[in-house]
């Protein structure tokens, strides 16, 4: 199955920095979404970007299906940007849809 | 963006008693949905997937007769965790697509078990 890396694993600033978070992905891909995970669980989706470049307020994503890596960028970070991204990833089909999730990077932003 | 909802939020069992757990997608049909279950600081696990009218396909290392799915209608998918033992504690997170057109998938809030 596919394989999927998030780095870094961990990642501490103050607020107001910027970050770059980074998903690495063994397959070809037709499906990736970004999600962040708030301190009860829940899941939010942040982007599907399979390919390209997406923004989204302060939040931004890319993309490179050749090369088989995505960025999610956060800029100017805030105190409730904390938490858990993960990157997930599927070659799907309609029918076929499994998502396989990276191991996530843990976000904390300092007052 | 779609909604899925899930309930109970939190339950608490006794070892060997039944539970189920409920997702629901509030304003959408969902032929398929999926199950994952994710322990604490780890990754999710997608554990199975289920299809609306006919049985649910189990992921390599989870047991069907355990983990019990129903997907009854186009917007309810339940779980059943059968004779729970404390090592089935656990957070279960439910998804669905929404869409015929992209592969973009929803969360529900999650249920957190724990097993006593």
């Known amino acids: 199955g596919i394989q999927v890396e998030q780095s870094p694993p961990d990642l501490i600033l103050q607020e107001g920095a910027n970050s770059t978070l980074r998903c690495n992905f063994s397959?070809?891909?037709?499906?990736l979404q970004w999600f962040h995970q708030n301190p009860w669980g829940q899941l939010i989706n942040l982007f599907y970007?399979?390919?390209g470049t997406k923004q989204n307020g302060r939040l931004s994503a890319t993309t490179v299906a050749t090369e088989r890596y995505s960025l999610l960028y956060i800029s100017s970070s805030q105190t409730t940007d904390s938490g858990v991204y993960f990157c997930a990833v599927a070659y799907s089909n309609f029918g076929n849809e499994k998502l396989t999730f990276g191991t996530g990077t843990r976000l904390t932003i300092i007052p | 963006g779609a909604v899925v909802s899930q309930h109970p939020s939190r339950v608490i069992c006794k070892s060997g008693t039944s539970v189920k757990i409920e997702c629901r997608s509030l304003?959408?049909?969902?032929?398929?949905m999926f199950w994952y279950r994710q322990f604490p600081k780890q990754s999710l696990m997608l554990m199975a997937t289920?299809?609306?009218?006919?049985?649910?396909?189990?992921e390599q290392g989870v047991e069907k007769d355990k983990f019990l799915i129903n997907h009854a209608s186009l917007t309810l998918s339940t779980l059943t965790v059968t004779s729970a033992h404390p090592e089935d504690s656990s957070f279960y997170i439910c998804?669905?697509?929404?869409?015929?057109?992209?592969?973009?998938?929803?969360f529900g809030p999650g249920t957190r078990l724990t097993v006593t």
């Open positions: 970007i399979p390919s």
């Open positions: 304003d959408f049909q969902a032929t398929t």
């Open positions: 289920s299809n609306e009218g006919s049985k649910a396909t189990y």
């Open positions: 397959d070809s891909v037709n499906n």
């Open positions: 998804s669905a697509r929404d869409s015929e057109i992209t592969y973009e998938q929803y």
